[in-house]
Every structure is written in C-alpha cells, then in structure tokens.
C-alpha cells in the first residue's frame, strides 16, 4: 500500500532551505532547532520528553547543533534503525550575482529561467519535476523525508514493531563534528534502552551515474578516503649548479605522474571500483623568488577506498614516494651525464642516500636518536604550535609540525621523502555478508525492492558502496585494528587536531545503507531535487525497508 507524503515533505523541505546553515558560517542550529520544533510538537514528544534532543556538539570551536530523537514502537522488539540526515550545506559563492536567492526556490527557479543554462538543465528546470536551492538535493529533502516517517509512526506505533533514532546532524560538510558527537546519545540510548542497531539508513542525494543513466539506487555500505601526504625535502643548490642538488618539485612531479588520476590504485571491492587518487594540492614551500631551488615540497589526495584500511594505503604510498625519489634521481643524474659530456667536463656521481619514511618511523628514528632531548621537544612543539595557531587545518598543522621537526633534528643532507597522513579518516564500509544482521539486510532490501515495484517506471539497483564522503563512516567499525592504527600512528595532529572516535564506534557499530533522494549538481548552483521520486516514492522505500529490516 502506496502512502502520500509528497506535500508535507516539499513543504518541510522548502523550510528547510529557507534556513540558511552553511556549514560553520552560517545557522546549523537554526536548522536543528526548526526541526526540534517540528518533532516537540508531535503528541509523542509531549509524552516523551526525554526521548527528544537537541545536543550541542562536543569540543567543537564552532557553537551548533544536532536533533536526535528516539521512537519507541510497540513494545514488542528491541531491533532499531537509525536514520541519519545532515543540516548543513556548502556555500553559495557559486550562485553569483543572485546569492539571495540561493534559499529561496520559487525566487530562483524565475532567475534560472533567465540564465544561459545547458540543455539538460533548461529541460529539468521547465520541466516543474525539479525543485531548485541551496542543500534541496544535499540534503535537506533527505531529513524531511525522516521527519515525515517520524510523525507517521508517532501517530501509528502499532505499525512499528521495533524502534528509530533519527538524527539530524550539523557539520557533515566540514569536520563530522555533528555525527561524531551524535555517537554520545546514540551510545547512551542502547544502553538505557538496550536497543538493539540493525542498521544505519542515510538518505544522502543519489545522482545519474553516467549521462543518460535511467537507474535508481540503493547502496549497501559506503566509500572511505584518506588523504595521504608526502612531505618531500630535497637538496637546495643555486640554478647556476642544479645537478649539485635535489628539486623537491620534481620529486613530486614523480609522486603525481605515478598515483594522480592512475586507475591502477583505484580500490576494487564487490566488482565495484572506487575513483582512482585524485591531487588535492602540489606546492613547494618557498615564500618568495630568488635563484635558489626550494628546500621542501608537499602534497597530498583524495585516496577513496572499498577495502583498504589506512595501513594499505601507507604502504603503498610509501612504496610509491621510494620509486618516485629513485626515479627523479636517476633522471638529475642522467641529464648531469649529458650535460657534462656537451661541455667535456668530467661527470661525477653525487652519491646521494634516498631515505623514505613514514611520519611513524620519522619520529621512532629522531627518538632513538635523540632520545629525551627529542620527546621533551616534541610534545612541547606539538602543544605550543595548537595554542598559537588553534584555527590551523589538520593538513597545515600536520605540515607545520613535519616541517619543524625535519629542519631540527635532521643533521643528514640527502633527499627525503616523508608520507603521512593529513586529515579526517572515514572508514568505507563493506556488506560482507558475514554477519547475521548483513544477511537480514540484503534479504530486507531485495524485499524492499520487489514489493515497491509498482511506484515507479525506473528500475532501482543495488549497489555495494555508495560513492560520495559521507557521515555514514562513523557508524561502523572492522574488528581489525591494525589498519586504523597505522591511520593514528602518522596522523601528526592525532588527539589535538583529531581523534578518530575509536571507541564511540565501537560501542554502538552497525551496518550502514544509503537510501537517499534523487537529483543533480550536487554542490552546484543548479542543484535540484527530483520531486516525485524524493518527496514521494522515497518515503514509501525507507517505510517498506523498515517494515522489513525490523519484522
């Protein structure tokens, strides 16, 4: 049986756009607090008080919010589903001229009309199948469809034979502060209610995965990155002698030509291969011109994963930086060899010593050197450089300290390469099929997907890994621990920057699927979500999903 919710949930999703909550710059609590509001006005919440939350996120240095709520059903099963929405959005520098606008739906789909827009887009937008804003798609439509199931099983718990966490979270765009701070509530709620997590359900926005797509999808599981860094430190030399020295820009040329873009290193799991590496940023270190080359390099990317675990991926980006330094020597002292021979001098080999490390073994080496000289230094370093500077990203602050460190300690002139790694770890989660639950779970989507046959023309696919960043990550955990220890062994900021909430996850890790709206140009000015399939067959999927994950 089809239920309609296509009204309420344009409607909700309309006020939720009109809340402008750009993530850290904007009003992430307004929005919590909108539907704080929504949910405390349901008979239910009048009832239970207790059962409604709007927690402040935790160690946070920006002031923000989540909206949590528990729905107890029929009181026949402690099985749960958890439904988790993000709040925030990215922001509108992209919308030009008419960023006053970017809230307002009905404002810019006039102004779009006016706008030299592509085809598809023009189709879309005259079409009236595609509501238009800022976090439409991405995903304020995904929460309204969760507060429209919340007030439909508020007023029907004879229907819900188990119970729903429902979280809103701020700061998915940025640091996760939201989620990672939600998993407080989510670890105290089990145990007070000894509730049972099946699964976790994200409605993030789901998109044509190729042009012309006509699928629908559903995801088990989810994509993981790191961002693997390399600090490289060459040989400076004035241009009049660049053979005597190492450019640390070609080393990483040689680090970029082997892992940017390079499918090789794109994670196969289930058949599925996540985006190869991608570079996030190449520079060298120097902070003005002169005629001597730079004495440091760095970069870093975009590394998406579906089975490798952060020891994986710093293997073999060590691997890489080894080749990558061998590489660009043997071509400095190739072009050193013909050089000396046009000029008939005498060619001599500089005999450098390549050393790689990870930033783990850097350390461990200037330790046993230096011993407490090194520790008593280290730790004061590390607590001086966070106080000076608290606003520094996890990548720059990572930079800043192996940076400090090298130039300190290192008394060995020969190039180095040092790999580490520089921001926020989200764990890819894979459906092995292993578990009791995982096997409940794909058994309870299939079912989902045959008793939903009716509500839509497309047909909907399941896929292993939903391919976008998602908060999804901090809700499940590997029993293997070696892989995320490696990840905080060369994590330089690790527990003043951040800390990767171990424990919390552990206490509370379940399953994870994305069933999510639909639409296109995520973080673009033409963002728009698909409105009947995200206002209305969406609801009914994530009601049948339910009905059966929690039989």
Not at 381 to 400: C, G, H, T, V
Request: hydrophobic share 35%; charged share 30%.
């Amino acid at each position: 049986m089809e239920f309609r919710f296509f009204e309420e949930i344009e409607s909700l999703t309309r006020d939720l756009v009109a809340v402008e909550s750009i993530v850290k710059k904007g009003h992430e609590s307004k929005a919590a607090e909108y539907i704080y509001d929504f949910y405390k006005n349901l008979d239910y919440f009048k009832k239970n008080e207790d059962h409604l939350i709007l927690q402040k996120t935790v160690n946070d240095k920006v002031s923000r919010h989540n909206t949590i709520c528990l729905l107890k059903g029929n009181g026949q099963s402690n099985k749960t589903v958890v439904l988790l929405g993000h709040i925030d959005t990215v922001g509108i520098e992209d919308f030009k001229y008419f960023k006053d606008s970017a809230f307002s739906p009905d404002d810019l789909l006039e102004i779009l009309k006016k706008e030299n827009l592509p085809d598809n887009i023009r189709r879309d937008l005259e079409s009236g199948d595609y509501l238009f804003g800022r976090g439409a798609l991405d995903m304020k439509s995904g929460v309204a469809n969760h507060m429209a199931l919340i007030k439909y099983y508020s007023e029907n718990l004879d229907k819900l034979n188990g119970n729903i966490v429902a979280i809103a979270e701020c700061d998915e765009e940025d640091s996760s502060m939201g989620i990672i701070s939600a998993l407080d509530v989510l670890k105290d709620l089990k145990e007070k209610y000894d509730l049972d997590y099946q699964v976790g359900i994200n409605s993030d926005f789901t998109t044509p995965l190729y042009k012309d797509d006509p699928s629908r999808y559903i995801y088990l599981g989810t994509v993981g990155k790191l961002l693997p860094a390399f600090y490289v430190s060459g040989i400076e030399t004035h241009v009049g002698q660049a053979f005597k020295g190492v450019d640390p820009s070609l080393v990483a040329r040689k680090i970029d030509e082997k892992l940017n873009l390079n499918m090789e290193y794109a994670d196969i799991g289930k058949g599925e291969a996540t985006m190869p590496p991608v570079s996030l940023q190449m520079r060298d270190l120097k902070d003005k011109y002169d005629v001597q080359t730079p004495l440091a390099s760095n970069l870093y990317y975009n590394f998406a994963t579906h089975t490798k675990s952060p020891k994986d991926v710093m293997d073999l980006s060590k691997e890489i930086a080894e080749k990558s330094l061998e590489d660009a020597i043997s071509y400095i002292e190739e072009q050193s060899k013909r050089w000396a021979e046009f000029g008939g001098y005498d060619y001599k080999d500089n005999n450098w010593k390549p050393r790689v490390f990870t930033f783990k073994e850097l350390v461990d080496f200037f330790e046993e050197t230096y011993q407490e000289e090194f520790r008593t230094y280290y730790e004061e370093y590390k607590e001086r450089l966070n106080e000076e500077d608290p606003n520094l990203s996890i990548a720059d602050y990572s930079l800043k300290l192996i940076d400090n460190l090298y130039r300190k300690f290192n008394t060995v002139n020969e190039p180095t390469v040092i790999v580490y790694y520089g921001s926020t770890y989200y764990q890819n989660v894979e459906i092995s099929g292993e578990e009791e639950r995982e096997v409940n779970l794909v058994k309870a989507l299939e079912k989902t997907i045959s008793d939903t046959k009716g509500l839509l023309e497309e047909e909907i696919k399941l896929k292993y890994f939903y391919p976008y960043i998602s908060d999804s990550s901090f809700l499940y955990l590997p029993k293997d621990r070696e892989g995320i220890n490696s990840y905080k062994d060369n994590l330089p900021g690790w527990g003043l920057k951040y800390s990767h909430p171990i424990d919390k996850m552990e206490s509370i890790s379940m399953p994870v699927i994305n069933l999510g709206v639909y639409g296109q140009d995520g973080h673009k000015y033409t963002e728009r979500v698909h409105k009947n399939y995200s206002f209305q067959v969406l609801p009914n999927l994530i009601m049948t999903f339910i009905d059966n994950i929690l039989k």
